[in-house]
């Protein structure tokens, strides 16, 4: 886990991030209603302020903001179902409970983007190693890879492109001449890619991967009181709060129209779920200033 300074989860084992971030966009995923949506969505961002920072968060909110409202629009051009008609565009009915419900749609696809944000945030590969690499150290070690890709192919299309842009006299100039830069670029990566991987499968075999030994970690880390502590509640409140959301989703339906939302005690366990990540931070933020 990454030892950022703003980051409440690196103190701790790498299974409490995993286990807290796991359940959060577990949840997200399964917010089928509006307030557990609104909460989601504030929780996940809450959440990445603490581990990621507020500036790195609020860089994102642009295109999260985006795709809320591309999920919205679709949702209420596309689908007409519900009684309640806002306006009549070419003969076609805009609802209410459409808009509702692609607004709900877009809080749970923006809340689950941010609990992966936050997850590769506290989960790096050597946290990932830690946590299952003596269960499972083909699948743990495809997964420190793909987290070490994807980056390192976004730099290398940076490098690529810079360079060509360097050669002035190979700049394209027409669209058909972009079109070709660009699947050189790729080319390229991929040629890279490729060599790469050669020389990567050399070095783990050197390694000792595939010949059937154990696998040790890079950092050994112990699970203490504290650690069991966390873990034993977020899995207390999601075993509590699993079947408040199932009642409040099962007795709420957007269509064909949309039941009256209530002051109900069951949103209480949730709240508590996702104030586990501002806690920690502002523990940690309250031991510094000491």
Known sequence: MRGSGHNPFAPLHPAVAFIYLVVGAGFAMAAAHPVYAVLALAGATACSCCTRGSRATARQLPWLLGAIAVVTAANLLFVHEGESVLVRVGGMPLTCEALAYGLSSGAMLAAVLLWFQSYAACIDSAAAME?????????????????????????????????????????????????????????????WGLEDSIVRADAMRARGYASGVRRTVYRRQRLTRTDIALIALIVLLAGVNAPLMGIACAQFSFYPTMPALIVWWGYLPYLALLAVAPALYVREWLLWRR
């Open 131 to 191: 946590l299952i690499g003596r269960f499972a150290p083909a699948c743990s070690l495809a997964i420190s890879q793909v987290m070490r890709l994807v980056p390192q192919f976004a730099g290398r299309g940076r490098t690529v492109l810079q360079t060509a842009a360097a050669t002035s006299v190979a700049a394209p100039r027409t669209r058909r001449e972009r079109t070709r830069d660009r699947l050189r670029t790729v080319s390229v990566l991929m040629g």
